[in-house]
């Protein structure tokens, strides 16, 4: 699969910080209707971990990068029930191996999109423009979240 570049991830950021609520909804119901099966499954993490802040957050970068993937003429695959329930073993070891080691390298060969996990890093580690910074907690579980996320496209899509 073609790397998700900076420059993308930037533009989408330029466009969906700059929508109004209405086109920021008309722009979630595309990439949720392209997608119905993986954003069930990346919202159910706010379930999962009992955190209701995360799942603004899920939407937000839910609909960033897939945009980003858009902007880089990328046509994604559908993910279904069977391609999640396929990949989930085997990122839950990927991310135990990385979370014990902090081996950064073993995450960006796994999702095959080296610059969309630093961006991720680097999205839950600093603060916002306004200073707003995540607490760890949400932090981590929006990192999971994402790489989830990215190494599923990455697998459905190989």
Known sequence: MKFISLNSVDASIALVDNLSDDALSILCEKH?????????????????????????LLIYYFCLLLESYE?????????DVIDIESFEEEFLSVLESYFENENLELLEEYTGQPDLVHFMLVEISTPDEDGTTLEDETGIQLFISMMALISIIAKTNS
């Open 71 to 79: 902007l880089e003429g990328i046509e994604l695959k559908k993910v």
């Open 32 to 56: 949720a209707s392209r997608q119905p099966e993986l954003i069930d499954y990346i919202l159910s993490a706010a379930v999962e971990y009992e955190n209701s802040d995360l799942e603004g």
